[in-house]
């Protein structure tokens, strides 16, 4: 049955202050660096959760919104991720990943070690949901993995916006993460993002990003 229709809702600006917002964004958004060193001063929940709702607005395939996010402080829970994923790190530094991806990785300075995983106050794991039961019928996801790529995109600026650091973390592969934290079978990870506060002495590299005339083009 067809939903009911309601009006779209989005208020008039002027152009000038559109242009504003883009280039306040924008100089924020220039900001937004993946963390690996964190803080362990805590987050309060209530902010995890206020982030995560602003990445549930994000639009998915037949509104399926195919993502659930599991929000980690406990540090028991949290070692035993820590513990997990560098045991699949290694595996990987050490005889999964070809020469030419480690040397990709080289200007990053990544390697198997993950303490932020124990001191970051969170961790957040989004779970890409492919079908789902609902009144015991089994339904398809659509574009699964667009969609929660979408609300974990919004997730990040949210958390950046609101005064936080994450990193985009993916050990692989993630299915321990199902394990640990109880998932059923029907939810794959998709990203695990530690948030928090980055440390005293926290660096980044220096590296530049494309040019917006590099990645984009205007009509043919
Ligand atoms: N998962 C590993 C390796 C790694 C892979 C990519 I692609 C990166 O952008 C960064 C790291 C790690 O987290 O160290």
Redesign the pocket.
């Known amino acids: 049955m067809p939903a009911r229709m309601i009006p779209f809702g989005l208020p008039q600006r002027t152009e000038s202050w559109m242009l504003g917002r883009a280039d306040a964004l924008l100089a924020e958004r220039r900001a937004r660096r993946s963390c690996r060193y964190f803080s362990d001063k805590p987050v309060p929940r209530e902010l995890i959760e206020r982030l995560v709702a602003v990445a549930n607005t994000a639009p998915s395939g037949a509104n399926c919104q195919p993502w659930r996010f599991v929000a980690v402080d406990d540090p028991e829970v949290k070692r035993e991720v820590r513990v997990a994923a560098e045991a699949e ?1 290694r595996e ?1 530094y050490e005889h999964r990943m070809p020469q030419p991806w480690l040397d990709a ?1 080289e200007p ?1 300075g ?2 198997a070690h993950k303490p932020f995983l124990e001191i970051a106050p969170w961790l957040v794991l989004i779970f890409r949901v492919d079908w789902e039961i609902v009144d015991g019928e089994k339904h398809k996801s659509y574009y699964p993995i667009e969609s929660v790529g979408l609300a974990a995109g919004l997730f990040l600026m949210a958390c950046h916006q609101s005064g936080l650091a994450t990193l985009t ?4 592969p993630m299915r321990f993460l199902r394990r640990i934290l109880n998932r059923p079978d029907n939810e794959k990870p998709f990203l695990l993002v530690p948030v928090g506060y980055p440390a005293d002495v926290c660096t980044v590299p220096d590296l530049p990003k494309k040019s917006v005339s590099e990645v984009l083009q205007w009509n043919r």
């Open positions: 790190e990987s990785l990053i990544t390697d973390h993916t050990p692989s």
